[in-house]
């Protein structure tokens, strides 16, 4: 099946002249960007002006789906690639900066610098393995792919094995302490988020964009049409890793203790994918809007007496329902309500 002759999205030209791109200066004009910024800027003040150390750990935890559920988007929502593995970045990133930031003495932010680029290389090699894959086949190898990481480092004793490895307390010492490394630690995840919303909106809005779009409408005829499928592919599940171990290395450095359970659980990349569903495929304000309801929701189930064992049984009925009846998501249903939230919401 072939693509259709003419395809637009987000205001971008597709079709038989896939490198039609956006020019930069209309892409800053773009109103989206803003938002962006806004957003990121009251993640950054509302604990401070409220002074509420409960609502920054809150806000934490939103962040950092956020990020996760951003990145993933990269893959799922840009090429159709559901990517069970995802954790598996998040999880590295964190080993990777408690090791050298505890072990080895390393500044943090070499440490985080570190694991994004490592983490990312690591990405780019097994996807270029899985990658060749599709559908089903690829979901099970990245489920593979999640438990054979977490095998590895369960028996790799530098890092603990299946013991894993506590930060040492004088690590916290360079960033004035332990108290005022979580302010640090808070600051620098709204940072990555924000980051990860402008890397995803840079591709959405690139050359490079344009040709993961067509892989997901039909990756054979993007091939036709030229695009470098299996380069694309590789490039986007690399570049989905960088910021996800930045993530997962200040996390798991602000909870002092990393371990293999903790660091590759799977039900996390499932809740993930619930997230990026619940808001909308390839939506990168819906994603935001997902993970964001979604942690809320999982936060009152987690601290309910009667539902606390059930957010896997609503991340699993949320997905079955937005299959079923919202294939578009949350902001799939709001495009259709309000046309014009399109030129404000991507």
């Known amino acids: 099946m072939a693509l259709p002759p003419l395809a637009q999205q987000d205001g971008f030209l597709m079709g038989s002249n896939w490198r039609t791109v956006v020019p930069l200066a209309a892409i800053l004009r773009r109103p989206f960007l803003w938002l962006i910024l806004l957003m990121t800027a009251a993640f950054a003040v509302a604990p401070v002006l409220a002074g509420d150390i409960a609502l920054r750990e809150r806000l934490t935890l939103a962040v950092i789906f956020i990020t996760l559920a951003t990145s993933l988007n990269m893959v799922v929502g840009y090429t159709r690639y559901v990517n069970f593995g995802h954790i598996i970045f998040f999880g590295l990133g964190g080993y990777v900066v408690v090791y050298v930031v505890s072990a080895l003495g390393w500044p943090l932010l070499i440490g985080c610098v570190v694991a994004g680029i490592v983490v990312s290389g690591l990405a780019l090699l097994f996807g270029l393995g899985v990658l060749r894959l599709r559908g089903a086949y690829f979901g099970l190898a990245t489920i593979g792919l999640n438990e054979a990481v977490k095998a590895f480092v369960s028996n790799f004793d530098p890092w603990g094995g299946a013991s894993g490895l506590y930060v040492s307390m004088d690590a916290y010492r360079p960033l004035g302490g332990a108290g005022e490394a979580l302010w640090l630690i808070y600051f620098s995840l709204v940072a990555v988020m924000a980051l990860a919303l402008l890397l995803s909106y840079a591709i959405k809005n690139s050359k490079f964009g344009l040709g993961l779009l067509a892989i997901g409408q039909n990756e054979a005829a993007a091939a036709v049409l030229g695009v470098p499928t299996s380069l694309y592919k590789a490039l986007v599940y690399s570049a989905s890793a960088f910021l996800p171990a930045i993530t997962g290395g200040l996390f798991f450095f602000k909870s002092a203790f990393i371990s293999p359970i903790d660091a590759f659980d799977i039900n996390l990349s499932i809740e993930v994918i619930a997230m990026v569903m619940l808001g909308g495929l390839?939506?990168?304000?819906?994603?935001?809007?997902?993970?964001?309801?979604?942690?809320?929701?999982?936060?009152?189930?987690?601290?309910?007496?009667?539902?606390?064992?059930?957010?896997?049984?609503?991340?699993?009925?949320?997905?079955?329902?937005?299959?079923?009846?919202?294939?578009?998501?949350?902001?799939?249903?709001?495009?259709?309500?309000?046309?014009?939230?399109r030129r404000w919401l991507k």
């Open 282 to 341: 390839g939506s990168i304000a819906g994603v935001v809007l997902g993970a964001f309801l979604y942690e809320e929701l999982r936060s009152a189930l987690l601290t309910s007496v009667i539902f606390s064992s059930l957010q896997l049984v609503v991340a699993g009925a949320l997905v079955l329902l937005i299959v079923l009846f919202f294939p578009g998501g949350l902001m799939g249903w709001i495009y259709r309500r309000w046309p014009r939230t």
